[in-house]
């Protein structure tokens, strides 16, 4: 007559084992989930117009770059010479405006937006941005061309943060932030862009004495029918 050997009951060893992988699982998923839900749904992505304003460092000067994007597939990117200004004004764009120098151009071109950001590039930022990038960019425009093809991808969730902080690092003045870079990359992406180049009356800044001082101050002026026209184009 043989012996039956009572079954061993699974103990709560057991069930842990099981539960931990489980538990671990969901967390992983829900904090995935949480990440990308923060930055898709948040007020900055959502947002129907959001700006940005570029100022290149060059010898001599420099130049702005203005890029609207809007929630319906569209943008539009502006150059304007350093030191630009329009007839009967007093205001210039002077490299020393740094952010301001944004609700400037929005007065010329009649644009508002939700959102609006300032970086201040050189070739320093230009070197590490691309490279964290991932792209190849030497000025404003090759920088907005790579950020356009290379796309947001599924891991920038994650480096947003690390690519607004390299911008802060080589541009204090900067005020982009890391849902900023998302609506950046995304709306690049996925829009159709058009260019623009608003014409000056001269090739170089003429030399204006001001004030009882007679201060000598540079000055670009825009071509009334150039700015008319960006302006237009740029109507909602």
């Known amino acids: 007559m043989s012996l039956i050997k009572p079954k061993r009951r699974r103990g709560p060893r057991m069930l842990w084992l099981i539960l931990v992988p489980i538990f671990i699982v969901v967390a992983l998923g829900l904090y995935v989930y949480l990440t990308m839900n923060g930055v898709n749904n948040s007020n900055e992505v959502k947002a129907r117009y959001v700006d940005y304003l570029f100022y290149l ?13 809007s929630n319906d597939g569209r943008s539009s990117l502006v150059t304007f ?14 490299p020393k405006l740094e952010a301001s120098a944004m609700k ?3 007065s010329w071109l009649n644009t508002s937006s939700d959102y609006s950001y300032y970086v201040r590039l050189s070739n320093t930022l230009l070197s590490n941005l691309s490279e964290s990038l991932g792209i190849k960019a030497t000025n404003a425009v090759q ?17 947003l943060g690390g690519f607004s902080k390299t911008i802060k690092e080589f541009s204090p003045s900067t005020t ?39 201060e000598s101050v540079n ?18």
């Open 57 to 69: 460092e060059e010898p001599g000067g420099g130049s702005y770059y203005y890029l609207l994007t």
């Open 81 to 94: 010479p350093v030191y630009s200004t329009i007839e009967n004004s007093k205001e210039v764009l002077d």
């Open 104 to 106: 400037l151009i929005q």
């Open 143 to 159: 920088l907005i061309d790579g950020m356009a093809m290379r796309g947001f991808k599924l891991l920038d969730y994650w480096k």
């Open 176 to 214: 982009i932030t890391p849902k900023g870079m998302a609506v950046l990359l995304k709306r690049l992406s996925t829009s159709s862009r058009m260019a623009y180049q608003v014409e000056t009356l001269t090739q170089y800044p003429l030399k204006i004495k001001v004030g009882v001082t007679g």
């Open 219 to 236: 000055r670009l002026y825009i071509k009334n029918d150039s700015i008319e026209s960006v302006k237009k184009a740029l109507a909602r």
